[in-house]
């Protein structure tokens, strides 16, 4: 080989050719050997938790039991109740929005509603669901041009009732 390609660092063992580019060790085929090699078995990790005797399980079972039967006062239980989200409502042809303002401020408080904008319509999006209802109360009275979605609390329930006959 000629000695500049040398000197340059572009000859390896693998590429006898200094034309062509190196090849990393995991770029290359794979021979029977490593294959055998990339087999990786463990242990069972769990195995020491494992037990066969009966008076464990028993003993498993009846503290599942008395936990479930403890005082609420000993276990604290914290119940987080979200308020369902109010839907926003769509209002048309609004010519004065000063007056329509308010109105709206009036018939709720100041932090009542939130408005916002666009070329088509305004977006109301009320704070509580009392507040949508007297907003949708007012736009009704008025005859108002707009849409909404139904809230999640006046949203039909739909059940389901089956009958079971228990053998005897």
Known sequence: MNNS???LGLVSPRTPNPSKRNLSSSSQSPSLTDKK???????????VLATNDSCDQEAAATSASNS???LPANQPHNVQVR?????????????????????????????????SSSSAYLKVIPSSR??????IDYLHEINASFHSHTPVTSAPIESLLETCTIPH
């Open 130 to 135: 009392i507040n949508y209802n007297k907003i």
């Open 5 to 7: 390609a040398r000197n």
């Open 83 to 115: 308020d369902p989200v109010i839907p926003p409502i769509f209002v048309k042809n609004i010519e004065n929005f000063s007056s329509f303002n308010t109105i709206l401020t009036n018939i709720t408080s100041p932090k009542g509603f939130i408005c």
């Open 68 to 70: 479930m039967d403890a």
């Open 37 to 47: 090699s990339k087999v990786f078995i463990t242990p069972n990790h769990f195995a």
